[in-house]
């Protein structure tokens, strides 16, 4: 039986991975479950699953959970053990009981706990993109001297980790990630300037969070995960294509140095790759569709437009820069996306807030968890400023 911690239980990776645990009861136990503040959620899954643990972001939030557990009727004696802040995220990844984390927390706050669990050689179904892109170099690093296994979430890579069980490591010259296009891949680059938060939110394939919507409304989110299968699978910028596939039935593809190609597909439900995640090496039935083939499909296959998706080609430059350039772009794309989601600057300026926090941020090399968390900071603090100067030119 696997023993799990969840970070970010309560966000859609969370609530996947615990409907996967909810059909599987005889595989695993929740230790611990650790969310933001989205108190009544974890409430429920607390009465469902009795974590020993639980934690959420602030002491405010740890109130609230309280409350909510004593309205619920649960006796004291059950509850387990609550906690709050960063420490209690990091104490919750690290318990000797736990030999599973699911790293699901959105931005930079999930860096810490995954890095000390990857320390203390645990397995880690990784689905939170920050903890590579900012932090790659230091956690591949762990990995490899601590021996934790670091088995990817997201469909693409998950599907990239599938195809690349299949043979030879060293006869793959390329692989090949898949994008939906996201909600634009059809509008003339002219009219983006004038598209609204709503707009941009409705995915044509995938339910997400509303900043990873955005990422993938302008490539920005591809862009990450070049990063992410680079730090993965040992590959060269060079070495990763990525392809439009409004689709989404095949997540990725290798190619071997003969031409031949492999692609992994599978339903568009992100519980396959969790559980995939959860028991690899093995394989067990999954609660998803299986692809029927009796029926006829159409799948289509293009390039993306890097002048009209500047973030992806902004994406492995950075990547091929090194040091805390990645780190940067991260930490500026979150803030631009926020300020385009508040009404603060229009879809195009989210490249331009960017590009300009990039300029302005000088490329180091991080050695610790704190310089990566210092270069966040200071990326975003330049990344508000930017922001500001733009909201306050356009009410000017």
């Known amino acids: 039986m696997k023993i799990l911690t969840v970070l970010g239980s309560t966000g859609s990776i969370g609530t996947n991975t615990l409907d996967v645990v909810r059909r599987s009861q005889h595989l695993y136990q929740v230790y611990s479950l650790v969310a933001g503040q989205n108190v009544e959620t974890l409430a429920s899954q607390i009465l469902e699953f009795r974590p020993k643990v639980a934690v959420v972001a602030t002491s405010e939030s740890l109130v609230r959970l309280s409350e909510s557990l004593a309205a619920a ?61 900012s932090g790659g170099q230091l956690m591949m690093q762990a990995a490899r001297e601590c021996g934790a296994e670091l088995v990817p979430v997201d469909s693409e890579h998950n599907g ?33 300037a004038f598209v609204t938060p709503e707009q941009a939110l409705n995915h044509p394939t995938w339910r997400m969070g509303n900043r990873i919507t955005i990422d993938s409304a302008t490539l920005m989110n591809k862009g990450f995960e070049v990063i992410e299968a680079c730090w993965l699978f040992d590959f060269a910028p060079s070495q990763i294509d990525v392809v439009i596939h409004p689709q989404s039935s095949v997540h990725a593809m ?88 508040q009404g603060k600057i229009a879809f195009l300026a989210i490249a331009e ?38 909201a306050g030119a356009v009410t000017a």
């Open 353 to 390: 807030v960017v590009a300009e926090t990039l300029s302005r941020i000088p490329v180091r090399t991080p050695r610790t968890v704190g310089d990566v968390l210092e270069i966040d900071r200071e990326s975003r603090t330049q990344a508000r400023e930017l922001v500001m100067a733009r």
């Open 254 to 341: 290798i190619e071997y140095t003969d031409g031949s190609v492999l692609a992994q597909i599978s339903a568009t439900d992100m519980r396959m790759p969790i559980q995939y995640a959860l028991t690899y090496p093995d394989r067990c039935e999954a609660p998803v569709p299986k692809v029927d083939w009796t029926k006829a499909k159409s799948w289509e296959f293009y390039p993306p437009d890097y002048e009209k998706f500047p973030l992806l080609r902004l994406a492995y430059q950075c990547q091929e820069a090194g040091g805390s350039a990645t780190c940067t772009l991260n930490a500026a794309d979150e803030i631009a996306v926020e300020a385009f989601l």
């Open 160 to 192: 990239a980790h599938q195809c690349l069980r299949a043979g030879n490591r060293e006869a793959v010259s390329k692989l090949i990630l898949t994008a939906s296009g996201g909600p634009f891949r059809n509008t003339p680059k002219e009219a983006l």
């Open 73 to 133: 009727g649960l006796a004291r004696s059950e509850w387990p053990e609550l906690l709050y802040g960063n420490a209690a995220r990091v104490q919750a990844a690290t318990a000797d009981e736990v030999d599973t984390v699911i790293s699901a927390i959105v931005g930079v706050a999930g860096l810490e706990a995954t890095y000390e669990a990857v320390r203390r050689s645990k397995r880690i179904g990784l689905a939170n993109k920050e903890v590579l892109v």
